[in-house]
């Protein structure tokens, strides 16, 4: 399994009322160039699995493997480092740099893990190619829809070949054709790539690319 | 410095602002630095250029401090000091402002009496009675030279060489004989051999403390006989105080700048965290960028007052020096450089779970 988590609980301090558990003794495996889609209400705990998966929270309890590596007990630069080599992440929003054309916001990937930027161009472009924006590599952000901003974020997310691709409500902020092309877009992508990806989101209609959906409940995930 | 150059780049205009300011201050620095150690050579050259180790003066009423304008001392005191075991040589100085004129020109001078055979003065050899040695400045403002006759208070003296560039509290030095400088004083002065301080050379480990109590004198080291130039002090302190200020300005203006930059980023800087960038590769990132800005800002302003200094250092007491001008620029980038790293610090508190969902 390229992700794999079992029995995690992550539970988050709640005032002086009781530790609120946003995650309860959740298991969840993803093979590599399979999509897992999450669904669920508001607040159900979607993003807190992203969160764990991804390094960025230390659970209460449980354990997550990502491509080979236990995370329990990795360092910070560690975590750093499994996040920029083995793990792609495709935010909500599209979270590009304002600075950088959408060639350097890939670029930027390869940067972060040592490569010489003039060698990664033409990864970039390749890449960028396969989102649909070749020819506006040059641009920056303010220049280019929100649409073709969120392929960014995917071609960004999949700049160092991660073994696994986590994306927290890619279409939230794009309207229901240009979602739906986005989310074919991933489909396709993972499977080519082999990259195990699990997609939240709360909206069913698009569903189709996934192989399989598992619903999020107050914490519990269930198939 | 991937990210941080295309930021230089993209947010050009609040780089170009910052870096404006830094480059008026170090220009205001490095020109307020030169004028300092212009000034300062004007008011003390004379005195710091002295073959001496230390300088004795007649002591100060309680509580107060030695000053050349209270200072005399008597012929027994130098003949005392002379005495001294470990003393090679006790010379007495006569220091007195005075006017001097040379056809329709008359300048205030600083009239410095010494022994022709103490081989303080230039060229003591030609100085006598009524011959008299002249720094360049005292030649130039009086507009004479070698041969010709000044007039120095009540005397006539001829100018027996130029030489040198004496200066005293701001005015061009006059070497002349201790017996022609006794007759410089004002009328009523005592008819006994008086000088203003004794310039004391020694060996090691000479008892300074038995020779000042043998002479009834008080003696400093020449360096520190810089306090008892009243006009000094109160010039240079201001001028030392204006440069801290300006110094501490520059680094709390940096550090404020990029307090705010860094805060404006922090969402970038979740982002990059949240991709994998390690904390130091973004401290890095920001330091370096924080470097870029106030190296090419110093470089600049440092630049620009080498030229203004070059332009007025004609009319103005100006040290156009290394140190005087890369002192000034280097403390001005490490200041800068702590500003700046004090306030990019708050990168490594930065959240990289920010960064995820909708909460940007
Ligand atoms: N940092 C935090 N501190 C405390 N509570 C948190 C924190 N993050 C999330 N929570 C709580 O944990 C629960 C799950 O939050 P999470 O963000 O995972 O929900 P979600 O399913 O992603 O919701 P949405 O669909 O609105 O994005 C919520 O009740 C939320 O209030
Ligand atoms: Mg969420």
Redesign the interface.
């Known amino acids: 399994m390229t992700l794999a988590m079992t029995d995690v609980t992550l539970t988050y301090p709640d005032g002086d009322q009781p530790r609120l558990t946003a995650l309860d003794t959740v298991s969840l495996e993803v093979a590599a160039g399979r999509l897992v889609a999450v669904v669920g209400p508001s607040g159900s705990g979607k993003s807190s699995l992203l969160a764990v998966a991804a390094t960025l929270v230390t659970p209460d309890a449980g354990k997550v493997v990502v491509d080979g590596t236990e995370t329990a007990g990795l360092s910070p630069a560690e975590k750093a480092e499994l996040r920029r080599e083995r793990i792609g992440i495709v935010f909500q929003q599209p979270n590009l740099l304002p600075s950088l054309t959408a060639a350097e916001q890939l670029q930027v990937m390869a940067h972060l893990s040592g490569r010489r930027p003039r060698e990664t161009r033409s990864r970039a472009l390749d890449l960028l190619d396969a989102v649909g924006l070749a020819g506006k590599a040059d641009r920056r952000p303010h220049q280019l829809s929100g649409g073709q901003r969120q392929r960014i974020n995917i071609a960004r997310a999949l700049m160092n070949e991660p073994a696994v691709m986590l994306v927290d409500e890619p279409t939230s902020a794009l309207d229901h054709e240009r979602g739906a092309a986005v989310l074919d877009l991933l489909g396709g992508l993972a499977r080519e790539r082999g990259v195990a990806t699990v997609l939240v989101t709360h909206d069913r209609s698009h569903l189709k690319a996934a192989h399989a959906i598992l619903t999020m409940t107050d914490g519990i995930l269930t198939p | 410095m ?2 941080a150059w ?2 230089l ?3 050009k205009g609040r780089f170009a602002l910052m870096g404006a300011v830094v480059v008026l201050i170090t220009l205001l620095v490095g020109l307020l630095s030169g004028l300092t150690a212009g000034l300062a050579r004007d008011n003390t050259v004379a005195i710091t250029s002295l073959p001496a180790d230390r300088l004795a003066f007649a002591p100060p009423p309680d509580g107060q401090d030695v000053s050349f304008t209270n200072s005399t001392v008597g012929e027994s005191a130098w003949r005392d000091w002379a005495k001294q075991p470990g003393v090679r040589s006790a010379e007495p100085i006569g220091i007195r402002t005075v006017n001097g004129s040379a056809g329709d020109r008359t300048v205030a001078v600083a009239a410095f009496g010494v022994g022709p055979a103490a081989k303080i003065a230039p060229e003591s050899g030609k100085l006598g009675p009524g011959r008299v040695v002249l720094s360049a400045k005292a030649a130039d403002e009086l507009n004479t030279g070698v041969g010709d006759t000044v007039r120095l208070g009540p005397l006539d003296e001829k100018v027996a060489a130029v030489e040198g560039d004496a200066m005293y509290s701001h005015q061009p030095v006059v070497w002349t004989s201790l017996d022609d400088w006794q007759k410089l004083g004002h009328s009523g002065t005592s008819k006994a051999e008086q000088a203003t301080v004794i310039a004391l050379t020694g060996h090691a480990g000479a008892d300074y403390a038995a020779g000042d109590r043998v002479a009834g004198t008080r003696s400093v080291p020449l360096a520190d006989s810089l306090s008892a130039l009243a006009s000094y002090q109160a010039e240079n302190g201001s001028l030392q105080l204006m440069r801290g200020f300006l110094f501490a300005i520059s680094a709390l203006v940096v550090g404020a700048f990029f307090t705010v930059w860094t805060i404006q980023r922090s ?2 800087i979740a ?9 130091p ?1 973004l401290l890095k990132d920001a330091l370096g960028q924080a470097v870029a800005m106030l190296s090419v800002g110093t470089l600049l302003g440092t630049g620009i007052a080498t030229l203004a200094g070059a332009l007025i250092g004609r009319t103005v007491p100006f040290v156009l020096e290394s140190a005087t001008l890369l002192v000034p620029a280097l403390v001005m980038i490490t200041l800068g450089i702590t500003g700046a790293a004090l306030s990019i610090r708050r990168i490594t508190a930065v959240d ?2 920010t ?4 909460a ?1």
Do not use: I
């Open positions: 991937f990210v295309r930021d780049r993209f947010a969402g970038d982002v990059l965290k949240a991709l994998g960038a390690s904390t590769y990289p779970l960064a995820l969902g909708s940007r």
